[in-house]
């Protein structure tokens, strides 16, 4: 049972756990490793080893709440995903947009690449990449570049280092969270809708919706 378990982790121990718990419940991904951009290097996340080595723990936890705690070790990823569905954050077209494209990115990055699992782009060239696929026909505003990266951000798709969100110079890593975010039959069906209907991706009134606390993917 989840109280007996519990109550053999030290205080320090229930206190980290009080805490990842809040921080997923907020940011759905927790993943193995943190990117230190100033060394150019990544560091093992203490909170995700914690979790694996207690997961059954948390799962019970969870569970009474209606959430979902799975894993993924090939990708050093762990997230929520909820039973109900109350938890869905509802993102605007740009955002959505943004979230497709960057998985196009991480997509043909990664087959360039042998050993390495960081995939790196900047802002500007995600515009780039957004005209040249037609999904937009001009550089957003700033104002949305900046609210939609910070949302991805948020949920753990996308880091940077120092410098704004919307300047054409900004690192951007994406972190393997987009790939169960947006699944390869969800870029697929973008690819055919962009050979079939450039431009097209989304209806002009249409909104995408990211659970909050799962990684069902967009909806």
């Given amino acids: 049972m989840f109280e007996e378990k519990y109550e053999k982790l030290s205080m320090t121990e229930q206190e980290s756990f009080k805490r990842i718990i809040n921080w ?6 927790l993943l193995q490793d943190s990117y230190v951009f100033d060394d150019s290097m990544k560091r093992t996340n203490p909170d995700y080893l914690f979790v694996e080595r207690n997961f059954e723990i948390f799962e019970e936890y969870l569970e009474y709440s209606g959430f979902r705690l799975e894993r993924d070790s090939n990708y050093g990823v762990i997230f929520l995903s909820s039973t ?14 943004m ?20 995939i790196f782009t900047s ?10 696929l ?9 104002q949305a570049m900046r609210d939609g990266l910070r949302t991805l951000n948020r949920f753990r798709i996308v880091e940077k280092p ?5 300047d054409a110079d900004t690192k951007l890593l994406i972190l393997p969270t987009i790939l169960f975010i947006v699944t390869n039959e969800r ?19 249409e909104d995408e919706e990211i659970d909050q606390n799962a990684a069902d993917t967009l909806a």
């Fill in 84 to 97: 109900y569905e109350f938890n869905r954050v509802k993102l605007d077209k740009m955002t959505t947009l």
């Fill in 123 to 132: 802002t500007g060239d995600l515009i780039h990449k957004m005209i040249s």
């Fill in 187 to 205: 870029i697929s069906n973008m690819y055919r809708l962009l050979e079939e209907e450039p431009g097209e991706i989304l209806q002009e009134d």
């Fill in 162 to 166: 120092e410098g704004s969100w919307e």
């Fill in 99 to 118: 979230i497709y494209v960057l998985r196009v990115i991480y997509e043909e990055e990664r087959e360039k690449l042998s050993l390495s699992r960081d």
């Fill in 24 to 29: 997923m419940l907020a940011h759905t991904f």
């Fill in 134 to 142: 037609g999904v937009i026909k001009k550089k957003p505003a700033n």
